[in-house]
T-cell receptor, first 112, second 115 residues
Framework: KQEVTQIPAALSVPEGENLVLNCSFTDSAIYNLQWFRQDPGKGLTSLLLIQSSQREQTSGRLNASLDKSSGRSTLYIAASQPGDSATYLCAVRGNSNYQLIWGAGTKLIIKP | DARVTQTPRHKVTEMGQEVTMRCQPILGHNTVFWYRQTMMQGLELLAYFRNRAPLDDSGMPKDRFSAEMPDATLATLKIQPSEPRDSAVYFC?????????????FGPGTRLLVL
């Protein structure tokens, strides 16, 4: 059974710092992995989707990497801004099932 | 700017009452997902539709929950009778794809409180 873990559960850093959020999964037979952002009281916004054949995806200041063999993905945020404050969730889709298995999220606070 | 819409945004009701939540997926999307989010359980998939057909509703308590897509522009999630443990945020998401591996676009959610 696939399990997705995100560490740390919460992170607070000063504005301007580069930071890394971690996501690990137990079953490497994945179809893709997605990173989402959730603002308080809001829905989820898809940030990046990495197919199983890809190693990384980039969008603006965000870069997500995928290492299937080790069951890990990282979300790198460059030059963090207060507007990046949110909860970041990763979700994995397996090869045999359309369902997304979700991590519990990392709550990120960027201090001005 | 296409987006998923959900109504109502907030709902407070008493135990035993019927609750209906509605979702309008992005025009042209052929997949719809219903999720429930709580602090304790995180995000849970309740139901999944592709081309309006229900492919999986194993995550729903069958005795009280039902999900339908009367047409391609409307998905509904009903709870009857509602219970306090149903209090949660219910999200609808839509996507375009064949296998469910596509990017999912989430609505703002319906925050349900059952007293």
């Amino acid at each position: 059974k696939q399990e997705v873990t995100q560490i740390p559960a919460a992170l607070s850093v000063p504005e301007g710092e580069n930071l890394v959020l971690n996501c690990s999964f137990t079953d490497s037979a994945i179809y893709n992995l997605q990173w989402f952002r959730q603002d308080p009281g809001k829905g989820l916004t898809s940030l990046l989707l990495i197919q199983s054949s890809q190693r990384e995806q980039t969008s603006g200041r965000l870069n997500a990497s995928l290492d299937k063999s080790s069951g890990r993905s990282t979300l790198y945020i460059a030059a963090s801004q207060p507007g990046d404050s949110a909860t970041y969730l990763c979700a994995v889709r397996g090869n045999s099932n359309y369902q997304l298995i979700w991590g519990a999220g990392t709550k990120l606070i960027i201090k001005p | 700017d296409a987006r998923v819409t959900q109504t109502p945004r907030h709902k407070v009701t008493e135990m035993g009452q019927e609750v209906t939540m509605r979702c309008q997926p992005i025009l042209g999307h052929n997949t719809v997902f219903w999720y429930r989010q709580t602090m304790m359980q995180g995000l849970e998939l309740l139901a999944y539709f592709r081309n309006r057909a229900p492919l999986d509703d194993s995550g729903m308590p069958k005795d009280r929950f039902s999900a339908e897509m009367p047409d391609a522009t409307l998905a509904t999630l009903k709870i009857q009778p509602s219970e306090p443990r149903d209090s949660a945020v219910y999200f609808c998401a839509s996507g375009l794809g064949a296998g469910g591996g596509e990017t999912q676009y989430f609505g703002p959610g319906t925050r349900l409180l059952v007293l």
